[in-house]
């Protein structure tokens, strides 16, 4: 599906949903930047652990599968710059396992990969937005990433806002084109995200984000450090933001 969901970089950028021909180009941008860089990844040692890192490939396929992540995509050189690894969320059923735990139990092979998604569960857990707000559906912008040389020029900024405007026809019933069978009827209410790291939070803040709940990343303990021992100080905690649609 060619649907534009907006430019960035003086119309050099284009934001198109999550294709299965941009599979591995995707895939690199993670390897380039998110698994090396993101916050939640060094305190977790997903940036030192390869099959960590193969592990949440995985992961990524699977949501971009779902119809509702997007990409950057450089226009004259057809290049994947940017990604956006988006979920529409439904509460679990009472004893059924969430996503993200079933994923956690059935597909993470190493310690590191499963840290970090029990970091995802935790945050999660620390706030129902399902209940806080009275809804039963949501878009969780799961992981966004640009390659390196492309950071600070917007292409993240876009990537959220885009994801905003796809939540908000979706909300509507418009714009289900990309959704297998099973998510046709899914409504999301607002768009979730945990930003992990300064730079992040800003760009929440940019799309008129709000903050929910900050979290000291030395909450997190893996093989006897605490996440925020690996980050450092300059970014000291996660914060689960919410932008109302």
């Not at 935790?122 to 707000?133: E, G, I, N, R, Y």
Request: hydrophobic share 35%; aromatic share 8%; glycine share 6%.
């Amino acid at each position: 599906m060619t649907r534009n969901w907006g430019k960035c970089c003086g119309d050099e950028v284009d934001i198109i949903y999550y294709d299965e021909r941009y599979r591995e180009a995707s895939m690199e941008v993670l390897r380039k930047s998110f698994f090396l860089n993101e916050a939640v990844c060094i305190g977790s040692e997903v940036n030192l652990d390869p099959q960590a890192q193969k592990d949440l490939e995985q992961l990524c396929l699977d949501v971009g599968r779902s119809g509702v992540s997007l990409l950057a995509r450089h226009v004259a050189t057809d290049r994947i710059v940017g990604v956006s690894f988006n979920v529409l969320q439904t509460p679990s059923a009472p004893g059924d396992l969430n996503y993200f735990e079933s994923f956690r139990d059935d597909h993470c092979i190493s310690p590191s990969s499963k840290s970090l998604m029990q970091y995802m569960i935790t945050m999660d857990a620390k706030v129902d937005l399902f209940q806080k707000f009275g809804i039963d559906c949501l878009l969780e912008i799961m992981f966004l990433a640009t390659l390196p040389e492309m950071e600070g020029k917007g292409v993240g900024t876009q990537l959220v806002a885009s994801s905003i405007e796809l939540a908000k026809l979706l909300k509507q019933g418009q714009a289900t084109e990309n959704l297998p069978q099973e998510s046709i009827h899914k409504r999301p209410q607002l768009v979730s995200s945990l930003f992990t790291s300064r730079i992040s939070q800003k760009v929440g803040k940019k799309n008129n984000f709000k903050e929910i709940n900050e979290v000291p990343h030395a909450e997190f303990v893996f093989r006897g450090k605490t996440y925020s021992d690996r980050i450092g100080p300059d970014h000291p905690t996660s914060v689960l933001m919410i932008r109302e649609i």
